[in-house]
């Protein structure tokens, strides 16, 4: 399949569970985190962010957590279902809005939902 | 009425010769920019433009050029194409570069 040989961090989840994907970042200076949504053949889809204001922000069916202290980004989703299987990318950004779109992006985390 | 459109999809060619990527948005973003990811899924960025003007270099090789026509497209032209090169290559836009960037679906390029 398209995972073998990547060698991402994977998740395995059963349809129903929730899902929780984590994400640790370098720069205490970020000060905008994202979490994209990767499917096979596309290109990266917007979930939701973050500014380092705040500690949690809720979508639909997605949360995401960050803890600034330890430099670290979860990203929660709900009811996971056969749908949500992708790669998923956290990524960060700073300067507080003079980055003009430099994101810089995680390795990305592989997300199996069985049926 | 696909935001952010690329094309080609697939780019198959022979190492040297010179390849152009296109790439669209309808959004009205100011902002658009390349992401280059690599056979592990990585992510980054090579170039952004605002309003036609580059803002982002990230020490690309000069054989790869971007061009800005107006703020709608940003073109991707690459000069003697070698082996490393392959990758997907992603266009994005963003409004007034802020980083909320949408993307398009990837332009596959495979050099032999």
């Known amino acids: 399949g398209e995972s073998v040989g990547l060698h991402l961090p994977t998740l395995s989840v059963q349809e129903g569970d929730n899902s929780i994907i984590n994400c640790a970042y370098s720069n205490s200076a970020s000060d905008y985190f994202i979490w994209y949504k990767q499917e096979s053949g596309k290109g990266p889809q917007f979930i939701i962010d973050i500014r380092s204001n705040m500690d949690k922000r809720q979508g639909q069916r997605v949360t995401v957590l960050l803890n600034k202290t330890v430099k670290h980004l979860s990203l929660q989703i709900a009811a996971t279902q056969p749908g949500d299987s992708a790669v998923y990318f956290c990524?960060?950004?700073?300067?507080?809005?003079?980055?003009?779109?430099?994101?810089?992006f995680g390795q990305g985390t592989i997300l199996t939902v069985h049926p | 009425d696909t935001a952010v459109s690329q094309t080609p999809k697939y780019l198959v060619t022979q190492m040297g010769n010179d390849k152009s990527i296109k790439c669209e948005q309808n959004?009205?973003?100011?902002?658009m920019y390349w992401y280059k990811q690599d056979s592990k899924k990585f992510l980054k960025i090579m170039f952004s433009?605002?309003?036609?003007?580059?803002?982002i270099n990230e020490t690309v090789p000069n054989r790869f050029s971007p061009k800005s026509p107006d703020k709608a497209h940003l073109n991707l032209h690459i000069n003697s194409l070698e082996l490393g090169d392959s990758a997907v290559y992603f266009c994005?836009?963003?409004?007034?570069?802020?980083?909320?960037?949408?993307f398009g679906s990837g332009t596959q390029l495979s050099v032999l």
């Open positions: 994005a836009s963003s409004q007034q570069g802020g980083e909320k960037l949408f």
């Open positions: 990524a960060e950004s700073g300067a507080g809005g003079t980055s003009y779109g430099k994101l810089t």
């Open positions: 433009y605002n309003n036609k003007e580059l803002i």
């Open positions: 959004l009205g973003h100011d902002t």
